[in-house]
């Protein structure tokens, strides 16, 4: 993930839910490991090596599902994806980020 550890990342903030998202955290570049279980055609390779879940060219990863805005592989998604928690401060850094027109593009 893109971020620097944020000093508050371990409060979570119960008012902020998913079913409210656009899923905004699926924009970020998302590292699979080797022993992760994501269907490999969704994934890629940075020009480093590094296997990352594949992004459309609006940079929502390709396992969205766009008309629920959701997970489409949820059982099958990446380890970094499940530490990923609703309403941290990770979350909300990325849901201030989408508000404010701030788009990160994928890191090599
Ligand atoms: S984890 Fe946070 S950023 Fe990701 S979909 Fe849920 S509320 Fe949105
Ligand atoms: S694998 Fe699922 S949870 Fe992870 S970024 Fe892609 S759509 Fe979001």
């Known amino acids: 993930m893109p971020f620097e550890i944020l000093p508050d ?9 998913c079913d409210a998202c656009e ?9 699979v490991m ?8 969704l994934t890629t390779h940075t020009s480093k090596g590094l296997e990352v879940m594949a992004r ?3 940079g929502w990863c390709v396992a969205v599902d766009r008309i629920n ?8 998604r990446p380890t970094v994806c499940r ?7 990770f979350c909300r ?16």
């Open 9 to 17: 990342d371990h409060l979570v903030d119960p008012t902020v839910q």
């Open 23 to 31: 899923a905004v955290c699926c924009r970020l570049t998302v590292v």
């Open 34 to 41: 080797p022993d992760d279980i994501v269907p490999r055609h």
């Open 56 to 58: 459309d060219e609006d």
């Open 69 to 76: 805005m959701c997970c489409s592989i949820y059982s099958q």
């Open 83 to 89: 530490s990923f928690t609703m309403g941290s401060g």
């Open 93 to 108: 850094a990325e849901r201030d980020a989408y508000a404010r027109g701030i788009h990160f593009e994928l890191r090599d």
